[in-house]
């Protein structure tokens, strides 16, 4: 990793400070449990969409992001602006990387869904026009171009999930950056809560008066037909997706592991 970023400090003009809530919402109460604390860190401001369309922009630096786990690419463009992308795997420094309609298969290069080959790796895909990229944008992460029908796209998911997306939507080519950080071993508590994330009791460790898996004796069974929520509700099994609307979309669902 040390031999790939450059020893560049982050772009001053390109920084956001972000407020911290721990979890907790304008009334502060906690609505999201085990958060809080943390280490300072300020928001890249970074191009997911088409802000610089028709503009060739050259890679001046490779920088670590603390707000996400891939790579951030520091450009600057033909037309004398500068901006952060998401770097895709491979790319270097003094690469150039162009946004267009229709452009040519390089590493980085972003275009309409329509004009891609059957096989190519995309990665930061749009789901709705000028909207910006919405999905595959973790570590490593790469949707495959499976075929073109109509005025659809099928593309495979990293969750192997195969979904219908507008080929009028933009993608970038290839894979993103930092594919190693699966293998990352944090070593110790004290890295969890420089990352915000605070200790979780396990509800058999509690009073019965505090979780429905407490009481007991000793290390015991939960002493119930299925797991539970601290509220009582049903903790597995239970389906959460709500946009059901956009199942006209989905060709595959994703396989089981």
């Known amino acids: 990793m040390k031999g790939i970023l450059t020893k560049k400090e982050p772009e001053k003009s390109l920084l956001v400070v972000l407020k911290k809530t721990g979890g907790r919402s304008r009334a502060g109460r906690i609505t999201s449990r085990h958060r809080g ?14 802000e610089h ?6 890679v001046e630096a490779i920088e670590y992001d603390p707000n996400r ?4 690419a ?4 033909q037309n004398g602006k500068t901006g ?25 290069n972003r275009m309409r869904l329509k004009h891609m080959p059957v096989g190519q790796l995309v990665y930061n895909v749009e789901l709705e026009p000028t909207r910006g990229g919405k999905i595959v944008k973790a570590a490593g992460g790469w949707a495959r ?9 099928h593309i495979l998911l990293p969750s192997s999930e195969v979904r219908k997306v507008l080929e009028e939507c933009f993608a970038s080519i290839g894979q993103v950056s930092n594919p190693e ?6 070593g110790k508590a004290g890295r969890t809560r420089l990352k915000g994330q605070r200790p979780h009791v396990r509800g058999t460790a509690m009073n019965a008066a505090d979780h429905p898996h407490g009481g007991g004796e000793g290390k015991t ?16 099994g239970v389906k959460t997706r709500r946009r059901r609307w956009t199942n006209v979309f989905i060709l595959q669902r994703r396989k089981k592991k």
């Open 37 to 50: 604390g943390g280490a300072k860190r300020l928001y890249r401001i970074i191009d997911f969409g088409e």
């Open 53 to 58: 369309l028709g503009v060739r922009g050259k």
């Open 69 to 72: 786990d891939a790579f951030i």
């Open 74 to 77: 520091y450009m600057r463009y």
């Open 84 to 108: 952060y992308l998401l770097a895709p795997h491979g790319i270097k420094v003094g690469d150039e990387i162009f946004c267009d309609e229709k452009t040519e298969l390089n590493r980085g």
């Open 145 to 153: 171009v499976e075929a073109h029908e109509g005025k659809y796209t």
């Open 181 to 186: 950080h699966m293998y990352k071993v944090l």
């Open 221 to 236: 069974s939960t002493g119930l037909k299925y797991p539970k929520t601290p509220w009582g509700k049903h903790a597995l």
